[in-house]
């Protein structure tokens, strides 16, 4: 599978609070309502303009913080289509995975990439293609990426079950 679109980059330690705000986490429950929200005390600009395949490109411990799923949740709603890091958050990263929303560790990658830049990730090969050049990550395999190409866990989980959505 192949992601193209434009590099929203920011630092290292972004928190949970920063990409969904916690004056948010009680009061919005539907994740459609999340997505206007993301990265919204950061860069207001992301939630107006962010487009079905950009990707968020963050530094060191991205998605630190409280354990709160709407942070990811937030910026997948929003439109991003991969986020590329230097380090996650342990249980963001997870959380990620169960949404469908690809996590991807590439510090030369992340060193590469300006904001707004074009970047084409190709989940099946892993590489991340940027005008700097092309770098590799380690490809999702066995139980991730099933999660990853169903579109999440519970999409995946209803398919499993021949469930319809």
Not at 49 to 57: W, Y
Not at 121 to 141: A, H, W
């Amino acid at each position: 599978m192949s992601i193209k679109g434009r590099a929203w980059k920011y630092g290292d330690h972004i928190n949970t609070d920063v990409i969904f705000p916690g004056k948010y986490t009680y009061t919005i429950t539907d994740p459609e309502e999340m997505g206007p929200h993301a990265m919204e005390d950061l860069d207001p600009e992301f939630a107006k303009n962010v487009k079905p395949g950009d990707c968020v490109v963050g530094g060191k411990n991205f998605g630190c913080g409280s354990s709160r799923e709407q942070a990811p949740q937030s910026i997948k709603v929003a439109g991003a289509s991969v986020i590329i890091a230097r380090g996650f958050a342990r249980i963001f990263y997870r959380n990620c995975i169960n949404l469908g929303l690809p996590a991807l560790v590439s510090s030369e990658a992340v060193d590469a990439i300006e904001h707004g830049d074009q970047v084409e990730v190709d989940l099946d090969k892993g590489t991340i293609t940027t005008k700097k050049g092309v770098f590799t990550f380690p490809p999702f395999e066995g139980y991730a990426k099933t999660i990853i190409d169903n579109g999440g866990l519970i999409p995946h989980t209803r398919k499993m079950l021949g469930i319809d959505p």
